[in-house]
Nanobody
Framework: QVQLVESGGGLVQAGGSLRLSCAAS????????MGWYRQAPGKQRELVAYITSLRNINYADSVKGRFTISRDNAKNTVYLQMNSLKPDDTAVYYC?????????????WGQGTQVTVSS
């Protein structure tokens, strides 16, 4: 069972920056997709960004050009650098990962970290 622990959330003014970190309890070489999701009050959880083991990256349209996802395999950590933050980015951010299990990969979630952007 892989455990994911997020950190780096907090309160920031609009236009500011935060960097989220997600540390995995297992080697990254066991994990394929690593990503970040977010859930705002009253809304469904949505994909923010993900990065694969081959470093293929995908972003939600709403964060393109502002957020950057990266992974450090040596530290078993994935990062989300968030710049030019907007009040609409306020949400609980969750780290997510899946492995190479076949035929259905195992999927893992962190406990979430709150990001609040004030106007």
């Amino acid at each position: 069972q892989v455990q994911l622990v997020e950190s780096g959330g907090g309160l920031v003014q609009a236009g500011g920056s935060l960097r989220l970190s997600c540390a995995a309890s297992e080697s990254f070489f066991r994990l394929n997709h690593m990503g970040w999701y977010r859930q705002a009050p009253g809304k469904q959880r949505e994909l923010v960004a993900y990065i694969t083991s081959l470093r293929n990256i995908n972003y939600a349209d709403s964060v393109k050009g502002r957020f950057t996802i990266s992974r450090d395999n040596a530290k078993n950590t994935v990062y989300l650098q968030m710049n030019s933050l907007k009040p609409d980015d306020t949400a609980v951010y969750y780290c997510n990962a899946d492995d190479y299990s076949y035929p259905i990969p195992n999927n893992y979630w962190g406990q979430g970290t709150q990001v609040t952007v004030s106007s």
